[in-house]
């Protein structure tokens, strides 16, 4: 159980196009999911929080107008990266929280990633 | 006060011997401690994880020391064979955010 997909697993794309990664929760429901980004050989950063059917919350530092969350459903999660530059090449992880675990229950699930490629 | 430390940086163990992960944190609000385990280009997998009412966990090989005082918590491997060489991530999250904070990550190598 608990198993988060992503898809694409990997995408190239041109500068100035605009790519869109999903994330499902396959056997669970989640109210809560999260986006990560990490470049190569280092930590995840946490960039933004994605809650059902209300704006996601971004971390400091993170431009909201580039990176277009939207969570539109208790399994679905969506990360559009607008006008893609190279530095936004990156590995990109979603995360899942079990809206069925009580209080306190604080397991996030990860998804496999995705690896974006921007040239 | 949001960070978490971790350390080593790199590790490299004989097969079966034990290896020894450390993280600290300065936030004392944080009450869940996550360990992950990531292959490369792989998403993170939860390993084992631990609150601050419990001094120990122990799950198969993995083993969590907690210690609330000096705000300091350890992954010890036990028994660490090769397949165990990945990259390892502590994190910390406090009540009600369930937005984790991740160490530095320990790249582990397990030598055959």
């Known amino acids: 159980g608990a198993v988060v997909s992503q898809h694409p697993s990997w995408v190239i794309c041109k500068s100035g196009t605009s790519v869109k990664i999903e994330c499902r929760s396959l056997d669970f429901q989640a109210t809560t999911m999260f986006w990560y980004r990490q470049f190569p050989k280092q930590s995840l950063m946490l960039m933004a929080t994605s809650n059902e059917g209300s704006k996601a919350t971004y971390e400091q530092g993170v431009e909201k107008d580039k990176f277009l969350i939207n969570h539109a459903s208790l399994t679905l999660s969506t990360l559009t990266v607008t006008s893609a530059h190279p530095e936004d090449s990156s590995f990109y992880i979603c995360?899942?929280?079990?809206?069925?675990?009580?209080?306190?229950?604080?397991?996030?699930?990860f998804g496999p990633g995705t690896r974006l490629t921007v040239t | 006060q949001q960070q978490v430390k971790q350390s080593p940086q790199s590790l490299i163990v004989q097969k079966g011997g034990i290896s020894i992960i450390n993280c600290a944190y300065e936030n004392t609000a944080f009450d869940y401690f996550p360990w992950y385990q990531q292959f490369p280009g792989k998403g993170p997998a939860l390993l084992i994880a631990i609150r601050p009412d419990v001094s120990e966990k122990k799950e198969g090989r993995f083993t969590i020391s907690f210690n609330k005082s000096a705000k300091q918590f350890s992954l010890h491997i036990m028994d660490s064979q090769p397949g165990d060489s990945a990259t390892y991530f502590c994190a910390a999250s406090s009540p009600g955010t369930y937005k984790y904070i991740f160490g530095t990550g320990t790249r582990l190598k397990v030598l055959a």
């Open positions: 995360s899942a929280r079990d809206s069925g675990l009580a209080g306190g229950q604080d397991e996030q699930y």
